[in-house]
């Protein structure tokens, strides 16, 4: 079995399960970590003086139905030019009909379908965990590279630590990410509560738990930019 296929295999695993639930909205500890990450997302983008993301060319690798690109709307994103990959041939169908402005495409993030420097910023949220292999997992960023322009950013959200109870991911530090991303700016802040805390806590008092999510010690994600050098 491939990489690839075996993704996909966890992924109808964890949806046959039920265990998707565990990330929606309507979840509190879910939510929790949704508005952790995206005040995140803002002061990464901020830090690199980036407070619109208006006319900006953003593809999101490992897309699923398009709800991390649909936040960037909200962003000032235009939808025209959002574009969006994912192995799975059901979530792309569900998603293009949920945002039939984006451009979604069924994909391998290892043979990006997009010219080089054709975006502005690339995205990934819990992609690199997702990947076993270290193989694909160097192919997937150089690709990310490849269609990023000279000074533009890769979007990075992930898990720092491999969970015990999922032996389908895997964590990945800091020294991966920077051998994955050489000669790159990477510049990463430990952020969202760890989920063992968040789902204990956050359905009893969600204000505890955001208390909480400020202390990085506390946090197991890591979220912010890669930025791509540019070369003379």
């Given at each position: 079995m ?13 949806d ?6 565990l990330?929606s909205?309507?979840v509190n ?6 508005h952790t ?5 803002i002061?990464a983008?901020k830090r ?7 006319g900006k ?5 490992g ?22 990959i994912?192995?799975?041939e059901?979530?792309i169908?569900r998603?293009?009909?949920?945002n039939p402005g ?8 290892e043979e990006?379908?997009f010219d080089?420097g054709?975006?502005?910023l690339v995205t ?5 965990t ?17 269609v990023?322009?000279?000074g533009?950013?890769i979007?990075?959200f ?5 969970n ?5 991911v ?7 990410i ?5 000669e790159c700016?990477v ?7 760890a989920p063992p805390?968040?789902r204990?806590?956050a359905?009893?008092s969600y ?5 909480l999510s400020?202390?990085?010690w506390l ?6 930019t890669?930025?791509?050098?540019e070369t003379?």
């Amino acid at each position: 079995m491939s990489e690839a296929d075996r993704i996909k295999d966890a992924y109808r695993k964890r949806d046959t399960e039920g265990k998707s639930a565990l990330y929606s909205p309507f979840v509190n500890s879910a939510l929790l970590g949704m508005h952790t990450a995206e005040r995140a997302l803002i002061a990464a983008l901020k830090r690199q003086g980036i407070e619109t993301l208006a006319g900006k060319r953003i593809l999101d690798v490992g897309c699923g139905t398009g709800r991390n690109l649909q936040r960037l709307i909200d962003l000032g994103a235009e939808p025209g030019l959002l574009s969006g990959i994912d192995l799975r041939e059901d979530v792309i169908e569900r998603g293009a009909g949920l945002n039939p402005g984006i451009d979604l495409r069924v994909a391998n993030a290892e043979e990006l379908p997009f010219d080089d420097g054709a975006f502005d910023l690339v995205t990934q949220y819990t992609v690199f965990t997702s990947i076993l292999d270290d193989g694909m997992k160097s192919r997937v960023a150089a690709e990310m590279l490849r269609v990023l322009r000279p000074g533009g950013l890769i979007i990075w959200f992930d898990f720092r630590y491999s969970n015990p109870h999922n032996s389908d991911v895997r964590g990945i530090g800091r020294s991966e990410i920077r051998r994955l991303f050489q000669e790159c700016d990477v510049s990463l802040r430990r952020v969202v509560l760890a989920p063992p805390l968040a789902r204990r806590i956050a359905p009893v008092s969600y204000a505890l738990a955001a208390v909480l999510s400020v202390f990085p010690w506390l946090c197991t994600h890591d979220m912010g930019t890669i930025k791509k050098v540019e070369t003379a």
